[in-house]
């Protein structure tokens, strides 16, 4: 497998000789000596020389020519060395490459095609998928080194045009990465420039156009605690056909409108449903005439007789399965599941959209500016007369209406009889988003103590106990222990409520017996008055901070806890009252003393927004201000 | 008739598949048994499902069952097809009721199955169907080909996969298929506990008189019955001559042979529920395996499989994968020659080749017993699996004069041996043994940071099985002394207003030092790691550091701070409130749960001190300290101290744990866990400082 060593370049070319033109035919363009040293900051790898190369033939035919050599300068970077490439029914990928170098640049070895790892990418909730994925991992070659690949890709159907982001991730940087699209002519692309301070170049050789971007000369990126997603900061280029066609499906990406109006036609004739189901619906929707409630009846249906499973073929990636296989199968995919909820409540009279969006919890939805298939989710969305409802439909435990972080707050394209159009999701507000505790502590004098503890969570705060609601008796109690953060404690007795649909609510009560809630020692006692909810993360400092600080959703917490003093016990030392506030959120602690009792009560708000770098500190303190206050501690001394 | 041993190329997951294939020599035709015939389905009829299945809402006897397997049959059966020789057939059905929502994934199954040019395995027969009661009426939907996929995993491993449809909660799922094979070195196991409860599971074995296979259980729950019987099969076959003048005569045999057959069953099996601190789930599931030991067939000698650990030790030495390996390794003479005059020592020696082949060699993150290619391959192309490396080292160690020699593992994730069992297809990795002096050494080169005195935590799985020419025996893969070991040191003064300043030292020693190397190593920078050390412990702030023998894998890793400390302290009139533990309070008890079925496997001994020497702020007194504390586990397997002197103007606390085992059974559970109750009581303890009242003016 290893080559024979090119003998005659094995003379050591020191990189004091590089600069010298006469030797430049002899240099090795992979000497690691020559990349330049603002290059290595940070960096476990770097972008020797990267070429990718886009043709646009026709709507659904285009080809990809990439080469691009990495330096791997130490094992953090090892996972740059690695190829991904996923093809599936509408390509292929060809003419695979790969070279070894070491870090004077000489070649070590040279990898065939069947060397790659060839495997199918299904896993999970995933039945099938006929996207595969190559891989070549390699091992063995001592840092230093650098690789370099080349391969093709071959489209017979197309939706997308590959990104370009020049630098790729974090701690990487780049000598020169160039993406050149050519575009047949007769045919159009659009493209969005990202944090890019350097344009296109657009040339007209006969018969085509060119769109160029070369990028030089980029540092390694740091990442760093609360950045917004790497799209906002990265240097990128975003692409885009405007005629395109896959599977004999033709569209047009020209504005929102027409590229719904491809996706409506992949949705044409799906929404049949048997005689039985529709009498099913009526049944179950007679004599109701509130909108929202039949809705809420009809998700509840599709949540009892449906579940999800993932199935990606052809261009069943952008087409669900018949409404009326969905209701045989009782399962689906998201496209199929949304579709087919669509069916039902059009079979009660109700109007909805198939909406497609980008899931995740740190995913900023479409960029509206640029009409283009950034999409990898669909849920539904039913306008009603005041407002929207929105249905998560591979979800068979959601409350009627509650999309949770997975889709709020982020453009999203409905596809409606007209075709498309970009519409917002439904957004938590902070006074949704709540956790309400209150809870009442008998202490006794040997410090063990009794607990009431009742908690509402809220909004976005359901999702904290969401995942246990369904479980038994027994896993509910286990999760309690577990996750209480209390230590020596025996769970008496405890109760779950769910209310609420589209801001879900859940009263938590519990029993509790604290063998040991505070600490005993000689004639004194010592409590730490934040029972539950203590916090201590505190994010890392960094030096020169360069990216925006982004807080993703608001919410309130707020506990109030009464302390029963044990019997023979007076107030030695009581802590302070907190009092912290800035743009990032803010720490209320209050403490009612009585003779008997203190009550502690503690109002933690966090807000949610994009603030600039510079306000980095003022987190950190609130963080580490919260941490210090959490620890507070209330001293008493027997009563002599 | 004759066997052949055939090495198959490793697959994804690390599994090989060895097989014993049974060629008929003269053309020996057995008639093709009829499947499934054998006592076919007496517990329950595919197709027919009980009402008060369908109605069934709960499972009375654990009502927090999200599905129940009603029903899980198995036959094998060993037949003899006349082109493939001797073949393993399986009829499964399986009848799954499913109670709500969260026993959905139960009606996804997959089928894993192999395909190589010289093991064929098929998947036939097979059929789905769910049923449901509506409005009292019971609706069947059968499973179609639209929901049946099949996907290459690997080069030779296929993954069948389907998935039942119209599932809701009420629903009762079953499914049946047969799967053919001509791998016989491992039958089908039997496994009859899930995470969720089986009403009944049973599995009947039919297997020639030829054949012999031996059982190994594993699990905690007993099989309920097992019944032995004996059965007969017609078998044909032709035995074709030719005589000298070319002329063929084909004579026509037929006989009857008897077949062994065994019936188990286990009924009102509990769900399998996890625990943390266990090494694998697959130790504790109840499953029953078999494994080839001895065929024996008409005319022919007795042929072991691996019936005893000496058949292991030798079928791995003469087998050219293994053996023949460890035989080759000419590559190695120059690196070893370099040390033939050398004044080295053993110690030297062995480190230097541990060293050597970590070097040379990357670890491609795959376990085997087996090299994935020959040791030459291996080593010039600088990459390999477990066995890739650490036999190299072992034919190293040898060429240099050391007496070395493999020892065979199974890892915590792959499940524990049993020892009474012996069974090849257990093990899948594999470390040196090397000795030194007088004494014994493992070692293994995957883990570059991993000193040659200890093995990767992996490893850390009772014993493995020493192979070598002349003998084979136990080896205790325990960490022989080593143990995960923390000291620190710290040198610090209060100030009145609650902020402490000075100088603490750490050492990290064996697995501790270890894993501080990893964890050190992901980052891009020590500074990185010293902004993680301090956002982890709020209120610290390192001013200045310094490592000592961080890339010194041998050695303990010895670091001090300059430190600040505030926000730890509570300054309150009078009084200064501060817990003296500082960032080694052990803040909450890691055993919540009240009970506990299995044991506490840590993989290695613990040992954590810290000693502390505060300087107490000028104008304060101690006013009240904690008492010193001792807690001890029966036979000191466990033991905490803390001992706290004050003395004028300062104080000194020595807080020691040592975990001296590293299993704890379940009868422990209960002592454990008061244990640390205990010493995180102790540990919450602060000191209390106040002001000394102000001397009267002259």
Not at chain 1, 89 to 108: C, M, Q
Not at chain 2, 533 to 546: C, F
């Amino acid at each position: 497998m290893r080559s024979v060593i090119p003998y005659i370049l094995l003379f050591s070319w020191g990189s004091h000789v590089l600069a010298s033109g006469i030797y430049e035919s002899q240099v090795l363009p992979y000497d690691t000596s020559n990349i330049p040293s603002r290059l290595l900051e940070n960096a476990n790898a770097v972008i020797r020389d990267s070429e990718k190369i886009f043709r646009l033939e026709s709507p659904d035919r285009a080809t990809l020519t990439e080469r691009y050599a990495i330096t791997i300068l130490n094992r953090n970077g090892s996972s740059y060395a690695d190829f991904n490439e996923v093809y599936g029914t509408f390509s292929r990928i060809g003419k695979l490459r790969a070279t070894l170098y070491d870090s004077h640049g000489r070649i070590i070895d040279k990898i065939r095609p069947d060397d790659f790892e060839d495997y199918s990418i299904a896993s999970g909730y995933t039945l099938y998928d006929d996207s595969r994925r190559i891989h070549y991992n390699p091992l063995g070659y001592s840092y230093p080194y650098t690789i370099e690949y080349s391969f093709k890709v071959d489209y017979n159907g197309l939706l997308d045009i590959p990104d370009w982001s020049p630098v790729p991730g974090f701690g990487i940087s780049t000598e020169k990465s160039s993406y050149a699209i050519h575009v047949a002519a007769g045919l159009h692309i659009k493209y969005l420039e990202l944090n890019l301070d350097f344009k296109v170049r657009i040339n007209e050789p006969e018969g085509y156009t060119e769109y160029l971007w070369q990028a030089a000369d980029l540092q390694a990126i740091e990442p760093e605690p609360y950045s917004p997603p790497a799209q906002e900061y990265i240097p990128m280029v975003l692409a885009a056909p405007v005629e395109f066609e896959m599977d004999g499906y033709a569209g047009t990406m020209g504005s929102w409108e027409e590229f719904g109006a491809w996706q409506a036609k992949l949705l044409e004739g799906r929404n049949e449903l048997p005689e039985e189901t529709v009498r099913k619906i009526h049944d179950l929707t007679s004599g109701m005439d509130d909108k929202r409630e039949i809705t809420r009846e009809v998700y509840k249906y599709l949540q009892s007789r449906t579940r999800y499973i993932s199935i990606q073929e052809g261009i069943g990636g952008w087409q669900p399965f018949p409404a009326e296989t969905v209701d045989r199968l009782g399962y689906g995919d998201c496209k199929a599941l949304a579709n087919y909820c669509r069916s039902l409540l059009a079979a009660a009279g109700i109007e909805s959209f198939y909406t497609k969006v980008r899931a995740g919890r740190y995913e900023t939805g479409l960029r509206r500016e640029f009409v283009s298939n950034q999409s990898n989710h669909i849920i539904l969305c039913v306008p009603l007369d005041q407002d929207t409802i929105w249905l998560e439909c591979t979800n068979q435990k959601n409350p009627p209406g509650y999309i949770g972080h997975f889709t709020d707050n982020r453009n999203a394209m409905i596809i409606t009889g007209e075709g498309g159009a970009i519409v917002r999701t439904r957004r938590y507000e902070q006074a949704e988003n709540c956790q309400y505790r209150s809870a009442t502590v008998n202490l006794n004098p040997d410090g063990s103590g009794n607990a009431r503890v009742t908690t509402r969570y809220s909004g976005l705060q359901y999702d904290n106990v969401s995942g246990i609601l369904d479980e038994s008796f027994e896993e509910k109690k286990k999760w309690l222990y577990r996750n209480l953060g209390l230590t020596n404690i025996r769970v008496e007795g405890f109760s779950y409520l769910l209310e609420g649909n589209e801001v879900p609510e859940v009263t938590e009560s519990i029993d509790l017996k604290l063998n040991r809630c505070a600490t005993v020692m000689g004639k004194r006692y010592f409590i730490v008055l934040n029972l539950l909810n203590r916090s201590d993360y505190i994010p890392e400092e960094t030096g020169n901070r360069k990216t925006d600080v982004w807080l993703r959703f608001p919410f309130i917490d707020a506990d109030t806890i009464t302390y029963i003093l044990p019997e023979g016990y007076r107030i030695e030392s009581c802590p302070e009252e907190v009092s912290i506030q800035n743009r990032f959120g803010s720490l209320e602690i209050v403490l009612d003393v009585a003779e008997k009792r203190v009550t502690y009560i503690r109002i933690r708000k966090m807000n949610e927004g994009v603030f600039p770098p510079d306000t980095y500190p003022e987190l950190l303190h609130l963080f580490r201000s919260t941490a210090s206050a959490d620890r507070m501690t209330l001293v008493l001394v027997r009563s002599e | 008739m004759t066997i052949s041993l055939e090495w198959m190329i490793p697959q994804n997951q690390n599994t090989m598949k060895m097989s014993v294939k049974v060629h008929p020599v003269p053309v020996f035709l057995f008639l093709l048994m009829n499947f499934p015939g054998l006592h076919a389905g007496s517990y329950m009829k595919y197709g027919k499902i009980e009402t008060e299945d369908l109605k069934m809402s709960q499972y009375t006897k654990d009502t927090s069952a999200d599905a129940l397997i009603l029903g899980d049959i198995q036959q094998v059966k060993i037949v003899y097809n006349n082109l493939e020789g001797f073949q393993m057939v399986l009829y499964r059905h399986t009848r799954i009721k499913i109670f709500n929502q969260n026993g959905y994934n139960w009606a996804n199954q997959t089928i894993r199955f192999y395909e190589s040019p010289t093991i064929t395995e098929n998947i036939t027969s097979l059929r789905g169907c769910t049923y449901y009661l509506e409005d009292g009426k019971e609706v069947s939907v059968k499973m179609k080909n639209e929901s049946e996929f099949t996907e290459d995993l690997s080069e030779h491993w296929r993954a069948c996969r389907f998935t039942l449809p119209a599932i809701k909660p009420g629903a009762v799922i079953e499914y049946s298929y047969l799967l053919t094979s001509d791998y016989l070195t491992r039958l089908p196991d039997w496994q009859y506990q899930y995470r969720i409860p089986v009403v009944h599971s049973e599995m009947t074995v039919e297997i020639p008189e030829f054949f012999n296979y031996k059982q190994l259980s594993s699990g905690y729950v007993p099989v309920t019955s097992v019944e032995h019987s004996g059965g007969q099969a017609n078998y044909s076959y032709s035995n074709t001559t030719q005589d000298r003048l070319g002329n063929r005569e084909t004579s026509l045999h037929q006989g009857i042979y008897q077949t062994n057959i065994m019936r188990m069953e286990a009924g009102d099996v509990p769900a399998f529920i996890e625990e943390p601190m266990i090494t694998t789930v697959q130790n504790y599931l109840a499953a029953i395996n078999f494994e080839l030991s001895t065929t024996k067939f008409p005319g022919e000698m007795m042929k072991n499989h691996t019936t005893t650990w000496e058949d292991i030790n030798k079928t791995l030495m003469e087998s050219d994968n293994f053996g023949g390996q460890l035989r080759s390794g000419l590559f190695l003479n120059s690196f070893a020659a370099a040390f033939e005059n050398g004044d080295y020592s053993d110690m030297e020696k062995a480190q230097l080749a541990l060293l050597h082949i970590k070097s040379q060699i990357a670890w491609n993150g795959s376990n085997s017993i087996y090299p994935e290619k020959t040791l030459r391959n291996s080593y010039t192309e600088g990459s390999g699996n477990v066995a890739d490396l650490n036999l190299n080292l072992v034919v190293l160690l040898d060429k240099m004069g050391l007496e070395a020699d493999p020892v065979i593992l199974s890892t915590r994730s792959n499940g524990i041996l049993n020892p009474f069992y012996p069974q090849l297809t257990k093990f899948n990795y594999v470390v040196a043994r090397v000795k030194i002096g007088d004494r014994y050494c493992l070692m293994d080169a995957t883990e570059r940071n991993c000193p040659t005195h200890i093995l990767p935590v992996r490893c850390l799985n009772g014993q493995g099985r020493l192979i070598s020419k002349n003998r084979t025996d136990w080896v205790d893969l325990e960490s022989h002394g080593c143990s995960y070991e923390e000291a620190c040191l710290a040198q610090l003064a209060l100030d009145d207003r609650g902020i402490i300043s000075g100088s603490m030292q750490h050492m990290k020693k064996d697995y501790a030092a270890y894993l501080t190397r990893n964890t050190v190593q992901k980052k891009t920078s020590l500074d990185d790691y010293i902004r993680e050390l301090e956002s982890e412990n709020a209120g610290l702030e390192i001013r200045d550091y310094n490592f000592r023998d961080l890339d010194s894998v041998q050695k303990p890793i010895i670091y001090s701070f300059d430190v600040e400390i505030r926000e730890r302290a509570m300054v309150a009139g009078d009084f200064i409130y501060l817990n003296p533990m500082l960032f080694e309070q052990v803040e909450s008890n890691p055993f919540k749960l009240k009970e506990r079925k299995y044991p506490v496997d840590y993989a290695y001994p613990i040992k954590r001190s810290f000693i502390l020497n505060l300087e107490i702020p000028d104008g304060y007194e101690i006013e009240e300290i904690p008492d010193g504390l001792t807690l001890e586990m029966p036979e000191q397997s466990a033991t905490y101290s803390y001992v706290i002197r004050p003395a004028p103007g300062r104080l000194q606390l020595l807080s020691k744990l040592d975990i001296r085992k590293s299993v704890f059974y379940y009868d422990e559970y209960e002592l454990l866990q008061v244990f640390y109750d205990k010493l995180v009581e102790k540990q919450a303890e602060p000191i209390v400082l106040k002001r000394i009242a102000s001397p009267q003016g002259p």
